[in-house]
């Protein structure tokens, strides 16, 4: 089939990143803003119903909200780009086939490809870096690359993960009350707004994993909100998921509108807690 009539298979809509706007344009910008937003994705199985990039595509967007809601704060910032590349999947929640499709890096390279592209954009003038996840596993390496070129450079950033503080957000807007974990409802809904024709919920039904037969206080995954980090595989959290946990489809563009708000305002509150 010819170029000429290829099918649209998605759009990118919102306020320029810097991969759209030329370098004189990002100078012209750059006058107004030291400040650059940033998220970390991943290659990654969704199950059915979303893409290997849902993690890339929800950062494409959650980068242009935060952009927004800090703009309604007051603040000038240019949203940089949507990082595809992120640390593996944890293995304890996820496994088999479930893994299927998975493209990562190594904990060690992310963390220089992290501070390899954020010394490019310091080198370019930018000051202030706010940093946001959309694959909770970058979260430690990502950390650890911040306070790195902290140390070494004075760089001067936040690592926002938006996940735990959400917790008590998610039942209030979407249609299940359970923990919609990955590939759930809210992340469908997310999924939806980005490339709406790539997210495929026909049909899709629910799964929850059986209750959990230990629980401890802050037990959990400490990128959900515990306080935990599990590297080991584990009997009675083996992984019998379709791929997602929760009801993906249930998922709707308007929830994913809400889901985004709240996300970009909560770290739009922390970067103008910490950066302004
Ligand atoms: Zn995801």
Not at 208 to 214: I, R, S, T
Not at 256 to 264: D, K, T, V
Request: aromatic residues 10%.
């Amino acid at each position: 089939m010819s170029i000429r009539e290829w099918e649209t298979l998605y759009e990118v809509k919102g306020p320029k990143g810097l991969l759209e706007m030329t370098s004189a344009g990002l100078k012209e910008a750059m006058k107004e803003s030291d400040t650059v937003i940033l998220s970390f994705g991943a290659i990654e199985n969704h199950g059915v119903p979303l893409p290997l990039g849902t993690d890339y595509f929800q950062a494409n967007t959650l980068i242009r909200c935060v952009h927004e809601a800090l703009l309604e704060m007051g603040h000038k910032t240019i949203p940089g780009f949507a990082v595809p590349f992120g640390t593996d999947t944890n293995h304890f929640e996820r496994q088999g086939d479930n893994l299927f499709g998975n493209v990562c890096l190594s904990e060690r390279t992310f963390i220089d490809m992290a501070e390899d592209l954020i010394l490019s954009l310091h080198n370019s003038g930018f000051q202030r870096f706010i940093l946001c996840l959309n694959h909770s596993e970058n979260q430690a390496a990502l950390n650890v690359a911040a306070k790195d070129l902290a140390n070494r450079f004075g760089i001067r950033s936040v690592v926002a993960d938006w996940v735990a503080p959400h917790n008590d957000f998610w039942p209030k807007v979407l249609k299940n009350a359970e923990h919609q974990g990955h590939g759930g409802e809210d992340e469908a809904a997310c999924t939806r707004v980005a490339v709406p024709r790539l997210v495929h919920l026909d049909g899709v039904e629910g799964y929850y994993p059986p209750e959990d037969p230990k629980p401890v206080h802050m037990g959990g995954l400490y990128y959900y909100g515990g306080s935990v980090g599990v590297f080991t595989p584990v009997k009675a959290y083996e992984d019998h998921s379709p791929g997602y946990t929760g009801d993906p489809g249930d998922a709707t563009v308007e929830e994913g509108i809400l889901c985004y708000e709240a996300y970009a305002k909560w770290i739009a509150q922390v970067a103008d807690k910490y950066l302004f």
